[in-house]
């Protein structure tokens, strides 16, 4: 019973965090038109299923900085992702092992989208 419990409470919180960033998302498109300003998704943690596990808001790029996606991979498994406004960014692919990270960077408005 308590782990039927939890995998529900676990399914609604991903539920949630799911439509948080799809109204987000659209809320932001809209938004966009009315500013020159650089934004960016941003999530401190997007876990294993691709969905951020954080609350995901919008950052404003200043001066010189751009949108950022980092993905982090065990084999060919994703294991969780960031997204923020960052000023040091190299489209890169660190590879150690069986492990990589990916870095992606872009200067349009909501471009790091997972």
């Given at each position: 019973m308590g782990k039927c419990?939890?995998?529900?409470?676990?399914?609604?919180s991903?539920?949630?965090?799911?439509l948080q960033g799809?109204?987000?998302e659209r809320?932001?498109?809209?938004?966009?038109?009315k500013s020159t300003a650089l934004k960016c998704y941003k999530c401190h943690f997007i876990g294993?299923?691709?969905?951020?596990?954080?609350?995901?808001?919008i950052c404003q790029a200043q001066n010189d900085q751009q949108c950022?996606?980092?993905?982090?991979?065990g084999?060919?498994?994703f294991i969780f992702g960031t997204q923020t406004c960052g000023t040091t960014?190299?489209?890169?692919?660190?590879?150690?092992?069986?492990?990589?990270?990916?870095?992606?960077?872009?200067?349009d408005n909501l471009c790091n989208k997972f």
């Open positions: 419990l939890l995998l529900l409470l676990l399914g609604l991903l539920l949630l965090g799911f799809e109204l987000l809320e932001m498109e809209l938004d966009t038109s294993f299923n691709g969905t951020c596990w954080t609350k995901r808001t950022v996606l980092k993905k982090f991979y084999g060919n498994k960014c190299n489209p890169t692919t660190i590879v150690y092992r069986d492990e990589y990270t990916y870095f992606s960077c872009c200067k």
